[in-house]
């Protein structure tokens, strides 16, 4: 699977492409079925400092991680082989890695203000498989904001909150003001968002009842030395030994290269406490 000319010059232009899942169905009624298994009450969720995980519990306390990331089924959707190939296409090299993926559950009464992830340009893969609508706290994106600064779109953001709120502050537990030109993705569980890194983006606040779970993950070049960690020190051999070796390849398995000293404290606090296996 490649994306033809027409989705390539969407992508251009705004700043994303919404496609067909290239994974079977089944792998999604896998996820859901492991997100069921690892749910706890919200309130004792306590450890979720980073607001991320509403009922799925990070593995330590103040991690982005929590025990599905990583493992089966999630890994095989983040590696499936069409899906490697749409990296590969995006990054225009054949040697790529998969730098990490992660669970995200927007819980009820919250909401993602504008904002952009990077001023670096990578593509990211966002699949939100039970689905997203505007009443649950869908993607809000402006296309075309992928080039470019964002400080002007931030100060309207700004200015537009002390007008209509009386503060320019941010606040998650409100839907974040409507900019021109906005765009909301409702998406299906069996879509695939691929989308910039730097696209200027909020969500709609989750009015349903439940949580609202998305999976992302991205890939970098080889050439990007922007590694988190080594997946040999996470990922249980069970799970490795799961994976085709066209999978294991994009790991960089066994494979000498420096790690992004950006991560370094993290690295250390995890090290042996964050793992992923066959749940």
Known sequence: MLFDTDQLEA?????????DCPYPAHLTELALQ?????????????????????RLAPQIPDSYWCALDHS??????????????????????????FRNGG????????????????GEEYVEFMHYFSGSSPENGCLRVVPGSHVGPVGELMADVERRR???????DADRTKSDVELPGEVSLSLRPDQLLVRSSKIFHATW???????????????????????????????????????SEEQREVLWLRRDFPLSDKWESERQRERGQVRWGVL
């Open 103 to 118: 669970i995200n559950e927007l819980a009820p009464g919250m909401s993602f203000v504008w904002h952009r992830d990077s």
């Open 162 to 168: 002390k007008t209509e709120r009386g503060s320019a």
């Open 11 to 19: 992508y251009r232009e705004t700043g994303y492409v919404i496609v």
């Open 72 to 97: 089966l089924p999630f890994l095989q959707m983040e590696l499936h082989d069409e899906v490697v190939e749409l990296a590969r296409q995006m990054a225009d090299d054949r040697d790529i890695y």
């Open 205 to 243: 606040r989750n009015d349903s009842d439940e949580g609202r779970l998305m999976h992302h993950w991205l890939f970098r070049a080889a050439h990007e030395a922007d590694h988190r960690f080594r997946f040999e020190d996470y990922l249980t051999e069970e799970l490795v030994a799961a994976l």
């Open 34 to 54: 492991a997100v069921g298994r690892q749910l706890i009450a919200p309130e004792d969720n306590t450890t979720d400092t980073r607001g991320n995980h509403y």
